[in-house]
């Protein structure tokens, strides 16, 4: 049974910085690809950033591009977003998640087999 918790999420000002932390409860962590994504209420879930198992490679989206950072820690199986200049519409329900897949398309929600009960990120301005 694959479980991902998530933590650091909290109410912060506009400019202030955030660390997103995920927990994955799995036999081999580096058999995975990991993902956040963000969600606000009626809309659809958007991709954040991705780290391929090896953590070679990382992916973002243009919006948080040069202001987020993911990471991962392979020993202590954690995935980490750094969220730096926060604006208040990174404003969301922040969700990890976990690919265990051979074609990884990491933009793609439906790329991942496994999502944490996400952590909530407030900005204000």
Same mark, same amino acid.
């Given at each position: 049974?694959?479980?991902?918790?998530?933590?650091?999420?909290?109410?912060?000002?506009?400019?202030?910085?955030? =660390?997103?932390?995920?927990?994955?409860?799995? =036999?081999?962590?580096?058999?995975?690809?990991?993902?956040?994504? =963000?969600?606000?209420?009626?809309?659809?879930?958007?991709?954040?950033?991705?780290?391929?198992?090896?953590? =070679?490679?990382?992916?973002?989206?243009?919006?948080?591009?040069?202001?987020?950072?993911?990471?991962?820690?392979?020993?202590?199986?954690?995935?980490?977003?750094?969220?730096?200049?926060?604006?208040?519409?990174?404003?969301?329900?922040?969700?990890?998640?976990?690919?265990? +897949?051979?074609?990884?398309?990491?933009?793609?929600?439906?790329?991942?087999?496994?999502?944490?009960? +996400?952590?909530?990120?407030?900005?204000?301005?």
């Amino acid at each position: 049974q694959v479980q991902l918790v998530e933590s650091g999420g909290g109410l912060v000002q506009a400019g202030d910085s955030l =660390r997103l932390s995920c927990a994955a409860s799995v =036999r081999t962590f580096s058999d995975y690809n990991m993902g956040w994504f =963000r969600q606000t209420p009626g809309k659809e879930r958007e991709f954040v950033a991705a780290i391929s198992r090896s953590a =070679r490679t990382t992916y973002y989206a243009d919006s948080v591009e040069g202001r987020f950072t993911i990471s991962r820690d392979t020993g202590k199986k954690m995935v980490y977003l750094q969220m730096n200049r926060l604006k208040p519409e990174d404003t969301a329900i922040y969700y990890c998640a976990a690919d265990l +897949g051979t074609i990884y398309t990491p933009r793609i929600s439906t790329t991942y087999d496994y999502w944490g009960q +996400g952590t909530q990120v407030t900005v204000s301005s």
